[in-house]
């Protein structure tokens, strides 16, 4: 499998090519040979050439299961600017990213690996991860949390950071991502860009052996977005913070006795 070298800006030198035996058992040199591909360059131009091929061969290949099949792969009537995918399909990423494990030998395996920053390591297997999302799913419906509403993420590099993210996916909320080192300028401007109702966060996160907050950073921002009107906090960094009644609740309280299964959202392409 060979390609033109790649070229970097500024000469930085690669540093590291996969043997012929890592490419050789590549889930992508397996793709490569089941449709006549001999380079990544005749990847690359196919993929770009027959964009309805590509995606129907790469669903197939990595075995999407959709609730309901597409009538077409991509509708670009309105012009490439306003893509419409998978039309007439419906299904939840959640359920190909973890439902579809259960009750099979996989579900055993590990989903999720973590290492922190003071050497502690967690691990989660599919099933694991499947009762937590579930869980944490629940929960979010319990507080009137449903689909197309806007939940935000502003946490740690943590396992919690991607239950939350399935759990958000699995209702059919909206995703709002915020990187952990904004300031509370930024922070509050996206919030009420984005009028969002709700976010999960962390007290603080580790780094470089330092406890930095975050909590405290979005309460200050929330000062400015007085329409948000929940706040879950995870305990990771062992700061002490205040908590508001009637908005701020600890994680382990909000997802305290709820099921570990609750029925995954049936998601459709939106048009723009």
């Known amino acids: 499998m060979t390609a033109s070298p790649p070229q970097f800006p500024f000469d930085q030198p690669i540093v590291w090519y996969p043997p012929e035996a890592v490419i050789q058992r590549?889930?992508?040199?397996?793709?490569?040979?089941?449709?006549?591909?001999?380079?990544?360059?005749?990847?690359?131009?196919?993929?770009?050439?027959?964009?309805?091929?590509?995606?129907?061969a790469v669903f197939e290949d990595l075995g999407i299961e959709f609730y309901e099949p597409y009538t077409q792969v991509v509708d670009l009537s309105r012009g490439i600017q306003w893509p419409v995918w998978c039309v007439g399909a419906k299904l939840n990423?959640?359920?190909?990213?973890?439902?579809?494990?259960?009750?099979?030998?996989?579900?055993?395996?590990?989903?999720?690996r973590w290492e922190?920053?003071?050497?502690?390591?967690?691990?989660?297997?599919?099933?694991?991860?499947?009762?937590?999302?579930?869980?944490?799913?629940?929960?979010?419906r319990a507080a009137g949390i449903g689909k197309g509403m806007r939940w935000v993420l502003f946490m740690p590099m943590i396992p919690?950071?991607?239950?939350?993210?399935?759990?958000?996916?699995r209702i059919g909320a909206v995703i709002l991502p915020l990187f952990?080192?904004?300031g509370p300028g930024a922070i509050a401007s996206r919030l009420a860009d984005?009028?969002?109702?709700?976010?999960?966060?962390?007290?603080?996160?580790?780094?470089r052996g330092k406890s930095l907050p975050m909590?405290?950073?979005l309460d200050e921002a929330l000062a400015d977005v007085p329409t948000l009107q929940t706040v879950i906090v995870y305990r990771r960094a062992g700061l002490d913070v205040p908590m508001t009644p009637?908005?701020?609740?600890?994680?382990?309280?909000?997802?305290?006795?709820?099921?570990t299964e609750t029925p995954a959202e049936r998601t459709a392409q939106r048009t723009c």
């Open 160 to 169: 919690e950071i991607v239950i939350a993210l399935l759990a958000i996916a």
């Open 93 to 112: 990423i959640v359920h190909n990213c973890v439902d579809r494990w259960i009750n099979t030998p996989t579900q055993d395996q590990i989903a999720l």
């Open 26 to 56: 590549s889930r992508l040199k397996r793709f490569m040979d089941r449709h006549g591909l001999a380079t990544l360059d005749d990847v690359m131009a196919r993929s770009t050439r027959e964009i309805a091929w590509f995606w129907d």
């Open 180 to 182: 952990s080192g904004f």
């Open 246 to 259: 009637g908005r701020d609740i600890a994680w382990e309280d909000f997802v305290a006795g709820r099921p």
């Open 215 to 217: 909590k405290s950073v």
């Open 116 to 140: 922190g920053e003071e050497g502690g390591t967690r691990l989660l297997t599919y099933r694991d991860l499947f009762h937590e999302v579930n869980r944490a799913a629940a929960a979010l």
């Open 194 to 207: 984005a009028d969002a109702k709700a976010v999960f966060t962390a007290d603080g996160q580790v780094r």
